[in-house]
């Protein structure tokens, strides 16, 4: 039997692509394959640049705009024109109060030259190196052990979040005083074992790391929170399984809680190499930079050059400079730490 003349199929045993066959019309051309798989109908129009904005429009664009106009005016206003004026100070000479004088780049030209800010620098990559070395790794101790206690947790997290509550002046005088060579608390505490005394904030070999212990206790309470709330969203299955495999408590450390609280590490070490390279209320409080310059920071430079010797623009360079580090540095740090993260 010819082609042209076989029978048609039952309905019931039709294809679908028999029965589109049929419904189409004769005159309807064939919708073009893609070399990517079966025809598909081509998109329908969008219209053109007015009809999308009168769409925008009617969908609210306008309203979302004058919503969002004042908060971001007051960002900009409040943090982004200090950073534009701080630039432009940079390159003028003024002490505020009469006319500036544009001199280019001899602001930062003075402060490259000031013998001085080599040793700021110095002092500030000790101070990170010590807080590092010290406080990093304090606080994350202390939130697996607070987490891994079975009783007593709340009373120990009220401990460690209560060197925070007090304010930063207060904490540094209070260790001052107990850093007194002649009857400060240190000192009377070692003499009961027949040590000391020190010079603790006296002596340029100790006084660095005097700071490093005040600004470690008085810190690491906001971080041990953190830890311990990001502690909170490890799922315990992890622990129980682990449990029931025979794993000791550092075992569960090392292999579930370190790994799990990777990314909220990488984030608190940058952080907190930041916050070190900004350190001026400490040193500043305690030793005024002694003893012999030992404790001049970058922060406390900035502040002799303003305040002191009323050069704003040499201390509006600086801190452009200071800037421009810690920006480089973080987007480093983010670069080289971003597989890590993951």
């Not at 045993?13 to 081509?42: F, I, L, M, S």
């Not at 004026?85 to 000031?114: C, I, K, M, Y």
């Not at 002046?169 to 209070?174: A, D, E, F, R």
Request: some cysteine; aromatic content about 10%; overall charge neutral.
């Amino acid at each position: 039997m010819s082609r042209s003349h076989a029978p048609a199929a039952p309905a019931g045993n039709r294809t679908r692509k028999d029965r589109t066959r049929e419904h189409r019309p004769d005159d309807e051309p064939e919708a073009p394959r893609t070399p990517q798989g079966p025809p598909r109908n081509a998109s329908p129009r969008r219209g053109g640049p007015a009809e999308r904005l009168v769409r925008w429009v009617r969908q609210g664009g306008i309203t979302t705009i004058l919503f969002g106009l004042p908060m971001v005016l007051c960002f900009a206003y409040f943090s982004w024109w200090p950073i534009v004026q701080s630039v432009r100070l940079s390159f003028e000479q003024t002490n505020l109060v009469g006319p500036a004088t544009w001199v280019g780049l001899d602001n930062f030209r003075h402060v490259l030259e000031d013998p001085l800010l080599w040793t700021a620098v110095e002092n500030t990559a000790l101070f990170a190196v010590l807080a590092l070395v010290i406080g990093f790794p304090l606080p994350l101790f202390l939130a697996v052990l607070i987490a891994e206690l079975r009783r007593g947790g709340t009373l120990f997290r009220i401990l460690a979040y209560l060197p925070v509550a007090i304010p930063p002046v207060v904490s540094v005088l209070l260790w001052k005083v107990f850093y007194d060579p002649d009857g400060g608390l240190f000192n009377q505490l070692l003499a009961q074992v027949g040590l000391g005394p020190y010079p603790w904030l006296q002596s340029t070999d100790t006084a660095m790391l005097s700071i490093v212990l005040e600004a470690t206790w008085a810190g690491f309470g906001s971080t041990v929170i953190i830890y311990l709330a990001a502690l909170g969203s490890v799922p315990t299955e992890l622990y129980e399984a682990a449990e029931i495999d025979g794993a000791g408590i550092w075992r569960r450390v090392w292999h579930i809680t370190l790994p799990s609280l990777r990314g909220v590490v990488l984030i608190m070490l940058l952080l907190q190499i930041i916050g070190t390279l900004q350190v001026f209320t400490e040193p500043f409080v305690m030793t005024d930079g002694g003893p012999e310059d030992s404790t001049v920071t970058i922060l406390m430079l900035i502040y002799n050059y303003a305040f002191q010797n009323g050069d704003f623009g040499a201390a509006t360079a600086l801190s452009v400079m200071l800037a421009l580090v810690l920006g480089a540095l973080s987007a480093i740090y983010l670069r080289a730490t971003r597989s890590w993260s993951n």
